[in-house]
């Protein structure tokens, strides 16, 4: 009996505790009146687990620029919200001309538009649960300038990034507008404390410097990552990087919609962390359900890097690449190249993907001459070649790899690449490998733009990024939103 009071007593003193908890959270609006009329008028140096600042549009873009080192929890994050203006616009953060807000005090101000972690004051060692969302994130990159928390004029570094992660756990971005700056997103893995990261749904497009090519759309490096639901565009003009640059540990790339750069993926070794290249998860890499596309002029011909690039061989992936249910389109006039795998110990699973050029099949091959590819149930133009050389790697056809002029889909000039109904890539994939099973089943697809909904279940697989579904042959389990 005892026993029984002093557990109702203690539950009841914990759910007291958490209104208490909860009731202390704050709620910040930035809009047209007082007391919060600028975004620097929030109190960044002093905001806590469970506080949410509302930044609403306004017609001229906010010119601030500032640092989140804030703590939250899984219950209650840190909650960063653009609120749309009557249009539906996002409210806009303009880094060129911008001013460092007031009250904080941190290093690396060049390097960022908002960034978390690496401060003085406020003076946390490892923000957590933090999520910025629907805002668009732009200009941060030489030649602009700005103010910096001594009042001096400052110029933007190349490697500048409208959200730049020094450290950081359990942080999320989603829905934002992320263009014009040196990196969209720069994560790095500060020694492998940055952990457990959400890009989700964001257009990223229109980043880089120009002749360079050390800046890209995303470049990140952490212990679990997961970019989905995104939609890359190219890179602004004359910028030589890639879309999606990545150098982490546990990285799964599923449902993103990614157009151009010198190529769509560089997913190469963490040359500056030994933690993450040692941590269990660094050499299994999934990317799955993700429309890649290589258009003429783009850059570099091959479509996917998996290895590494530092020129330190031991700290390569040297693992297994998942590359599944993709759909990869080339519209390049002279060669276009599926995969470079960086040495024979990369190992690359390749299942369940239609590969179309609307050049000649010959001008299409799988690898750039290294690794191991276990190949099945793909489809690609005929003649398609294993490699525009003398590989030294293997390629071993497992069976039910098709061939043909054109997959069959909706609409190819309208960018729909759903399968007709009949065609090659209609029912003719297999079910995901068990090495990817259960977290990385196919039960999501991406949806224009930004989003994703259930792949419906209609036969057997098929083979590419999206799955046919006639009026009356498949199960509706249609359902908008993020899973």
């Known amino acids: 009996m005892h026993y029984f009071k002093y557990l109702l007593l203690t539950l009841f003193a914990f759910a007291t505790f958490s209104l208490v908890s909860s009731a202390q959270a704050t709620d910040y609006h930035v809009d047209q009146n007082p007391p919060y009329q600028n975004i620097g008028d929030v109190p960044w140096a002093t905001i806590e687990a469970g506080d949410r600042v509302f930044i609403h549009w306004r017609a001229t873009p906010y010119k601030e620029k500032w640092v989140i080192n804030a703590v939250g929890t899984e219950a209650d994050p840190i909650h960063v919200i653009g609120v749309n203006g009557p249009q539906g616009q996002q409210p806009v953060i303009d880094g060129n001309g911008a001013t460092t ?180 998860s660094y050499d299994t890499t999934h990317v799955y359900g993700n429309v890649l596309m290589e258009s003429d002029g783009q850059g570099n011909s091959q479509i996917l890097h998996y290895g590494g690039d530092s020129g330190t061989t031991s700290d390569y992936r040297k693992g297994d690449l998942y590359f599944y249910n993709n759909t990869i389109i080339s519209t390049r006039t002279g060669n276009t190249t599926l995969m470079r795998l960086s040495t024979n110990d990369e190992t690359a699973h390749v299942f369940n993907n239609v590969y179309y050029g609307t050049a000649s099949g010959s001008s299409l091959a799988l690898i750039d001459g290294n690794g191991s590819v276990n190949m099945q149930h793909n489809w690609f133009k005929t003649d398609w070649q294993d490699c525009h050389c003398s590989p030294s790697g293997s390629i071993t056809d497992m069976g039910n790899n098709l061939t043909g002029a054109t997959p069959g889909f909706t609409d190819f000039n309208a960018e729909n690449w759903l399968p007709m109904a009949g065609s090659d890539i209609a029912d003719n994939g297999m079910q995901p490998m068990v090495d990817v099973l259960p977290d990385h089943a196919v039960t999501r697809q991406y949806k224009k733009h930004q989003t994703n909904e259930a792949r419906p279940v209609s036969g057997s697989m098929d083979i590419g990024a999206f799955e046919f579904c006639g009026a009356v042959s498949c199960d509706l389990i249609f359902a908008d939103g993020f899973e």
């Open 101 to 280: 807000v007031p009250g904080v005090n941190f290093w690396n101000e060049r390097r960022g538009l908002i960034k978390i972690g690496g401060s003085n004051t406020p003076s946390n060692n490892l923000p957590e649960h933090i999520i910025i969302e629907n805002l668009e994130l732009r200009s941060a990159r030489p030649p602009y300038q700005f103010t910096n928390d001594n009042g001096q004029t400052e110029s933007y570094a190349n490697n500048a990034a409208s959200l730049y992660v020094e450290i950081g756990a359990h942080i999320t971005f989603k829905n934002n507008t992320i263009k014009d700056s040196g990196n969209g997103i720069f994560i790095g893995a500060n020694g492998g404390q940055t952990q457990d990261i959400l890009i989700q749904g964001n257009y990223i497009y229109d980043n880089g410097i120009e002749n360079r090519i050390f800046e890209h759309n995303t470049y990140t490096a952490a212990i679990g990552i997961v970019y989905e639901n995104n939609r890359f565009g190219p890179l602004r003009a004359g910028a030589g990087g890639n879309n999606l640059k990545d150098r982490s540990a546990g990285l799964v790339v599923r449902n993103n919609w990614i157009e151009g750069g010198n190529r769509q993926l560089d997913l190469v070794d963490a040359e500056d962390s030994s933690v993450l290249v040692n941590h269990p």
